[in-house]
């Protein structure tokens, strides 16, 4: 069973106060990219993996996604999506994507599937990844972002300061060491699975996906007057994927 | 121009006398990898980037390949190559393959183009990934590694070794600063060209290639227990990548 870092009340709390949880969409620095790689969503049925506060799902419908299957681990990010909708095509639904059926028995059910920040928690995402390539039509698109393994890998993911040259540095170790993360953000104890990049790759590749985007995200200019993150210049925070069914 | 490093007389020394140069193939141990990447060869017209002492060139050969053009800049591999080989099928040819015209006017020319640790010399690498589209048949393969952007991306190369913990990591920065990166490797001034992942994998689809298979190279067991390299498993030194033309 995944962790539900999301229901942990300081977890919540702390993510409820970021950027990407009051503005939604525009909050997220990545965001621009993520959409660059969605398909013109009219009339198309759409499955979200953890839809969080549902930011995405009712963008999908507002751009004339005619459905979103919208699924969540947190009874807490799920009842605010909920409080935040009114919108019957919008379905949200309690799961883990670690032990999840997404079909009985139906294949080619959905044109796309998204996933913003969650499949980095998965410890069965190889199973999860089969099943999406099962419930997608042929030619749909999976768009996804994920902490980028460089980000991920360390032991101890913190920049350290060289004490004497003042050089700041990521400090990369145990890339190849797949597996079990336990960092401190926002709240202590925060459970991660670390795949290398090529771990990624493959899993897609041998479930029968062509790669068709690849991103290393980092701000352009505009971007970083917003947002500010210049050590994402250092190291990259997060990759984003799109890859579409064979 | 690409500079010439391996005329340089101490470095040629040098990686005359490393593994790979003195057991060829045999020697490299990511190529057990790279050649479960390489298609039958038999009848096929193969393009060697960088041939160095030409052991893939006659390799291919030796497996039945109908021909193999060599190209590489530094003459000092390439007398060697010549006086290593005995077959007329393989064609040597000096070349700097940031300048090269690998063709002036044919398409459609080889079946497999292989580079073995050289794009990653290259400032005008997407230039030539579109002409290797170009000279490519349908369907063709190319297959090449090179040293990985993590690897290449930190403005000082070396381990860092914690002073209270003792604990030892790869100073990752700079990774999105592409470019000119200047190393101490077997000579003093050793420069290449660091690009991103991302960069590699945008450069091959915006050409026209579907990537099939992407490794960030590490020993297995049995191959650790002869090369020894443990340190590969804190950071990735080698990328490989294999793409087929559309």
Known sequence: MTQNIYDNAKFFAEYS???????????????????????????????DLGCGFGWFARWARSTGANSVRAIEI???????????????KIIYEQGDLDNI??????????????????????????????QVQTVLKPG??????????IYTA??????????????????LDSYQKEGLRVTDWLAEGVQKQHRTTASYVNLLLK??????????????????EKCRWYRVLERPVYLLISAVKN
């Open 154 to 171: 360390p032991k101890e993911a913190k920049f350290v300061t060289d004490a004497v040259s003042g050089r700041e540095y990521w400090p």
């Open 74 to 88: 947190s009874e807490n990010m799920l009842s605010r999506a909920r409080d935040l909708t009114n919108d019957p």
């Open 207 to 224: 479930a029968g996906f062509q790669i068709t985007e690849f991103d290393e995200w980092f701000p352009n200019p505009e971007e970083m």
């Open 17 to 47: 106060a970021l950027d990407r949880s009051i503005q939604g969409l525009d909050g997220a620095p990545e965001w621009p990219r993520s959409r660059s790689y969605i398909p013109d969503l009219e009339g198309l049925d759409v499955l």
């Open 140 to 149: 749909g698109t999976l768009v996804f972002s994920i902490e980028h393994p």
């Open 101 to 130: 059926k997404l079909s009985e028995h139906d294949s080619d059910l959905y044109d796309v599937v998204f996933s913003s920040l969650t499949l980095h928690y998965l410890a069965n995402l190889p199973e999860l990844i089969q």
